[in-house]
């Protein structure tokens, strides 16, 4: 509760500074859009080739798409530990944050949100929306409570392994360059599955369970009986690598050496 | 209760050595060398409430390592560590609301947004009761004049403004203990004045006890009773000022200068008795060094009577002299 209403102190300064430099947050809005556009002209000039992808069609590929977008939105809203590394360990801004009364992991994250990445909610909706157009599907009263709670899990595996990541700077002071491969991998979770290698398959689903955040989720929404029981793992996966994420943290700051002087 | 209680403090660096040349840097990749640096070596340190103390040191001595381990930003490598009866680390976020710092080269505030926004938001993360904040607030914006600053963003403020509006961040939770890293760095001579003024008097009224490292000793000479010298991660003084001034002060040089010549053995002859050393620089200016500090109003009064004095200086050596020496010359006295 304590840290909720603190987290809303700092969204009311943070809208204060934003809105201060107003044409920066518009432009901020268009190039976050665009971005999403770009990806859905992809999806579409792929269909332009072939009417069906590994048995997926073009707007069950879209729907996933759209389903993606909402928690891959929020995690970027209140995780955006982007510049971490150069922010906070190398200028030493850690050493300002470890001396107040607050978790260090939710001050960094209060620190470095950005709220407006949540306009991809509204986007996913319409994609999902425009999809659903073409698709016969029926929601049942149940449905949508899954749906929150796959946006949760989604959102939690996310931000435990870019937490997991993170932490790696607390450990060493060397710049590592896994964060932007990470995000390129993160991806994958947003087309089917089935249309990867056995491999690929398995690590998104097991080591790096990126599929839990767009396919496997959209697929049970889709109603493909042959995907549901992963659909239902969401959330306890999400609640598995969060743990890991945070505890990796906390066992960083234990080793956190100090910005030099 | 003491304030900080360190007993065989000790913290430890692992650093990775690179061996040189390209070939060396592809040894690094399969092997790495590595080696342990104590940057803080078994150091022991009680304060009590309300003291105010100097932490001196050279770069690279372990000052800031120590300062990071009292104010529980790093977890030390062994000893025992209480600070107002928390272990800084363990019991971080408790512990951290019992103690203020300010870091004189980074900022506490946010950069952005204006100084009363900074000051609300620290008053949301501290949990302060909105009526005592009001209260202690308004008295600090009256002893640090910053009534006019606080709609600006601090990036506007000049360096003094902004160390001001720093130290009222700091006390805003009224803490017991405050750690202050080079306050006054950069800043032109009133506002040092103004600011050592402000620490007297919250030492004073609050009671708050105080914790300053600088490289400016005369800094310390204005605030603190109590030195602690640091030198390779290990404590060579810990006293107080006036101690360290006499016994490795050097004594004192009092400078004359005669209204005729005078001969060096008529000087020596009238003071044989003293341990003070002269040296001539013409026949009409001396220098008599004084072994003991206090042996000023005994050598004056062998002279005056007969002697046409017509100029006198005494100087003393500054701290700073004393610490310079002390830093290059090691420990004179152990």
Redesign the interface.
Known sequence: M?HL??YM??LK?YM??RL?YRWDFVAQFVTDFLFQAINLVFILVVFGHTNNLNGWSQAEVIFIYGYFLIPWSIFVAFFNLWDFNERYIIR??L??V??????SLVQVIMETMTPESLIGVITGLIVMGWAMTDLNLTWTWYDPIWFILFTLGGVAIYAGIFISLTSISLFTDSKSDIQPIMYNIGNYGRYPVNIYHRVIQFVLTWILPFAFVGFYPASYLLDKANWQWYAFLTPIVGMVFLGIGVMIWNVGI?H???AG? | MLAIDAKELTKEFKVYQSRPGLLGAFRDLLNRQYRTIRAVDGINIEIEAGEMVGYIGENGAGKSTTIKMLTGILQPTSGELKVNGFDPHKQREQFVKTIGVVFGQRSQLWWDIAVQESFRLLQKVYQIPDQEYKQHLGRMIEILEIEKLLDQPVRKLSLGQRMRCELAASLLHKPKLLFLDEPTIGLDVLVKENIRQFLREINKELGTTILLTTHDISDIEALCSRVIMLDKGKIIYDGSLTQLKKVWGGGRKVLLEMEKEISLDELQKRTADLSVHWESRSPRQYIAYLEQGDGVSDLLSRLVQDMPIMEMQIEEATTEEIVRKIYQEGIPVA
């Not at chain 1, 470890?98 to 978790?103: A, D, I, K, N």
Request: proline share 4%.
């Open positions: 304590f209403r603190l102190e700092y300064q204060k500074v201060a030493g801004e050493d300002r470890l001396t107040r009364p607050v978790h234990r956190y050496r100090g002087n």
